[in-house]
């Protein structure tokens, strides 16, 4: 299973300094769910800069390029303006960690997003699919088929994400605990059907 974990800010105005602390104090207790890999997605003004890398998310905030991308994305940020950040800490059970594209955040056309949990359902109903090495280099985790039917889905019905999310979870089986912006819609939907979502509001 995977750990994930997020911030929203109304305004970033007096919490720019503190964010990086709250992200390795949040990603050092996801950690624990999770040590394959290291993703960090950052929402403000319309605009996504994501962070991912296939190492143990300990070592990740002693490289440079996660420096950098922290230092110039926080400059950047309008402090008048909301800001959401969702991280993720990664334990590979299916997909390997080598393709990007299997590593969270998870990218779409429309969605950026992480999950964590298991789909048992197939999501490809193919027979081939029970055949092949889940850790194979070409085969996608539960996580993209999940994020990648979900758009498709939503492209289909023509309908806000929310219906369209709650009529596709209505179909697959399986563990899941989400947070994803819709990039069409600019909202952040958040959910969970194994009762794991714990939040702070302050």
């Known amino acids: 299973m995977c750990g994930i974990f997020g911030i929203h800010l ?3 105005k007096n ?9 390795r104090i949040l990603s050092k207790l996801s950690r624990k769910r999770g040590q394959d890999t290291f993703g960090l997605l ?4 319309n605009k996504e800069k994501i962070f991912k890398v296939n190492s143990d998310p300990s070592e990740v905030f002693k490289r440079n390029d996660y420096k950098n991308f922290m230092k110039s994305s926080l ?13 993720q800490t990664r334990l590979v059970t299916n997909g390997t960690k080598f393709l990007s594209s299997n590593n969270q955040p998870i990218i779409t056309a ?14 490809n109903k193919s027979s081939s699919s029970l055949k092949i090495n889940n850790e194979g280099y070409n085969v996608k985790s539960d996580s993209l088929n999940f994020f990648e039917q979900l758009e498709k ?6 309908e806000p994400i929310i219906k369209s999310f709650i009529d596709f979870i209505s179909e697959i089986d399986g563990n899941f605990s989400v947070a994803f ?3 069409k819609e ?9 009762g794991s979502l714990y939040y702070f509001n302050d």
């Not at 889905?153 to 023509?158: F, I, L, P, V």
């Open 15 to 23: 919490f720019r300094n503190k964010i990086d602390k709250d992200i």
């Open 10 to 12: 109304k305004k970033i």
């Open 75 to 87: 400059e950047n940020l309008n402090e008048s303006l909301p800001v959401s950040i969702i991280g």
């Open 42 to 45: 950052i929402s403000s003004d």
């Open 110 to 123: 429309n969605i950026i997003g992480v999950h964590n949990g298991i789909i048992v359902q197939e999501l």
């Open 186 to 194: 600019q909202i952040l939907l958040i959910s969970s059907n194994c």
């Open 153 to 158: 889905k939503n492209e289909q019905n023509k």
């Open 181 to 183: 912006s819709d990039l």
